[in-house]
């Protein structure tokens, strides 16, 4: 069972924990590309999704990993893009994984420039509010977050001492912010958790 709309949380169903530990995903470029080579797919028929990723993610979900997407959509406020092509992309994006057995139980995008936008932690914060009223907690010290807006171009350096090459530092900066509040929540650069260099 998937989520049918964006917000809408499917508990996994490998966890009877009441302390859920939960992977966040950004979406493009972490877990798919486009057909189109636009930034973001516009419309289900413009995604394709990172088939080195399937393993991992289905092990995750096996294990009882809540997987959840969060993702910076401003395009849609800008007109780059449609709600309802977002939002079609989003559900193809989970059927084509869990065709492939990666469970995803919610998603959610920032359409504007406000609080939810990365790296902004209200998108973090609503889900916890969710799994609250459902009676689970997250597990922040065990939960991680993965995106490839990690060390901008520019501005930052990667651990390594090499000049970043990102093209946002958003979804590092996200992590970071979570870890004020809950020490010990962890951020990785898709190359490195997937194992594979994305170009």
């Not at 289905?58 to 969060?70: D, F, H, K, N, T």
């Not at 997250?138 to 977050?145: L, P, V």
Request: proline residues 4%.
């Amino acid at each position: 069972m998937l989520p049918e709309k964006r917000r809408e949380l499917v508990l996994p169903t490998h966890s009877s924990e009441k302390k859920l530990c939960v992977a966040f995903f950004d979406a493009d470029n972490t877990l798919r590309e486009t057909h189109s080579k636009k930034r973001s797919p516009h419309g289900r028929h413009d995604v394709l999704i990172y088939r080195h990723a399937t393993d991992k993610l289905r092990a995750m979900s096996e294990a009882g990993w809540l997987l959840a997407i969060v993702s910076n959509q401003a395009g849609i406020s800008l007109g780059y893009i449609s709600e309802a092509e977002v939002e079609d992309a989003m559900q193809e994006t989970l059927s084509q994984f869990a065709a492939c057995g990666a469970i995803f139980g919610y998603y959610d995008f920032a359409e504007k420039y406000d609080e939810n936008r990365k790296p902004g932690t209200e998108m973090a914060w609503r889900l916890e509010r969710k799994l609250h009223q459902v009676k689970r907690k997250i597990d922040w010290q065990q939960s991680i977050m993965v995106g490839d807006a990690a060390w901008k171009k520019g501005n930052d350096l990667r651990p390594d001492g090499a000049p970043g090459d990102d093209h946002s530092d958003s979804d590092r900066l996200f992590a970071e912010n979570i870890a004020l509040k809950h020490p010990g929540f962890a951020f990785f650069h898709p190359r490195d958790f997937f194992g594979r260099q994305i170009s």
